[in-house]
């Protein structure tokens, strides 16, 4: 199931900062800027509210961390999740099953970054794109989604992120304020 604020700047911080675990509020204070820790405690807190709706988990959650760095619950390892925020909108999925995702904004996206990150594949897709911002960014979250899912996270060589994707499974949403995509894995042993 996928948990979103689109509003996070509304979120009251010390409200917020009250509700969830202690380990969650020393990563919260350990940003500088208001708008960074509202947006670590608006994904932990959509992550509080689907673990009470959907397995009646009223405690904040405690995370352990595997040696790739992926997080999990250390009281149900068997729930999957991850958490995704940019801009002004945080994004949880929870799952049975393994699940990245990412969202992101639209914003100016440089030649250099396309050029970094992209191959010459989905360059040219991009190129030809009436809307290249929206391009990207989904070629982007599907890649930043694909590595959350498996662990790896944010890599030195992302063109070749996607180039097995057919063990993949990625669905993709897009509007004016953000764009998000989810990635599972095809065939889950």
């Given at each position: 199931?996928?948990?979103?604020?689109?509003?996070?700047?509304?979120l009251?911080?010390?409200?917020?900062?009250a509700?969830?675990?202690?380990?969650?509020?020393?990563?919260?204070?350990?940003?500088?800027?208001?708008?960074?820790?509202?947006?670590?405690?608006?994904?932990?807190?959509?992550?509080?509210d689907?673990?009470?709706?959907?397995c009646?988990?009223?405690?904040?959650?405690?995370?352990?961390?595997?040696?790739?760095?992926?997080?999990?619950?250390?009281?149900?390892?068997?729930?999957?999740?991850?958490?995704?925020?940019s801009?002004?909108?945080?994004?949880?999925?929870?799952?049975?099953?393994?699940?990245g995702?990412?969202?992101?904004?639209?914003?100016?996206?440089?030649?250099?970054?396309?050029d970094?990150?992209?191959?010459?594949?989905?360059?040219?897709?991009?190129d030809?794109?009436?809307?290249?911002?929206?391009?990207?960014?989904?070629?982007?979250?599907?890649?930043?989604?694909?590595l959350?899912?498996?662990?790896?996270?944010?890599?030195?060589?992302?063109?070749?992120v996607?180039?097995?994707?057919?063990?993949?499974?990625?669905?993709?949403?897009?509007?004016?304020?953000?764009i998000?995509?989810?990635?599972?894995?095809?065939?889950?042993?």
């Amino acid at each position: 199931m996928i948990y979103l604020n689109d509003h996070v700047q509304s979120l009251d911080v010390d409200d917020a900062l009250a509700r969830v675990s202690e380990q969650r509020r020393e990563l919260a204070l350990k940003f500088r800027h208001e708008g960074s820790r509202r947006l670590c405690l608006a994904a932990y807190l959509l992550l509080m509210d689907g673990l009470r709706r959907e397995c009646f988990i009223e405690e904040p959650p405690i995370f352990g961390y595997s040696p790739e760095g992926k997080p999990f619950i250390v009281d149900h390892p068997d729930i999957q999740f991850n958490l995704s925020h940019s801009g002004d909108v945080a994004i949880c999925a929870i799952s049975n099953l393994p699940v990245g995702i990412d969202i992101e904004t639209p914003r100016k996206i440089s030649d250099s970054l396309i050029d970094y990150t992209m191959n010459k594949w989905e360059r040219k897709f991009i190129d030809a794109s009436d809307d290249k911002v929206t391009a990207f960014l989904e070629y982007w979250t599907k890649k930043e989604a694909l590595l959350k899912l498996t662990g790896e996270g944010i890599r030195n060589d992302l063109k070749d992120v996607l180039m097995e994707s057919e063990n993949y499974l990625f669905e993709s949403c897009m509007t004016d304020k953000y764009i998000y995509s989810i990635a599972k894995y095809r065939d889950f042993p």
